[in-house]
């Protein structure tokens, strides 16, 4: 099995437990009148002309395992806002990774 394949296992696994926490209906009611449009922002931010640039924070990768072990996330966002990112992903779901 390739560590796509975990990913994928692992966020099924995932998706069914949520489930059983929340019925679709349930979502949909606290998400009616929220700000709609919210990924608006991302798209303004690659959607320019020229490179956009999404730095990840992440603490560990599952092909690589951890890659920072203090793991300042805070700190990192902040770094690359600096250096001109358009938009910053940080990976907070880090129980899958070996």
């Known amino acids: 099995m390739s560590v796509l394949d975990d990913l994928a296992m692992y966020a099924r696994a995932r998706v069914n437990e949520d489930k059983q926490k929340i019925c679709l209906d349930e979502v949909k009611r606290l998400v009616k009148g929220k700000r709609p449009g919210a990924g608006e922002e991302f798209y303004k931010a690659i959607g320019g002309n020229g490179i956009s640039f999404i730095c990840e924070v992440k603490k560990a990768s599952p092909s690589k395992g951890i890659i920072d072990e203090k793991f300042d996330y805070l ?18 779901y880090v129980s899958w990774i070996p």
Do not use: H, V, W
Request: glycine share 6%.
């Open 75 to 92: 700190a990192i966002a902040r770094e690359y806002e600096k250096a001109g990112a358009d938009r910053r992903n940080t990976y907070l």
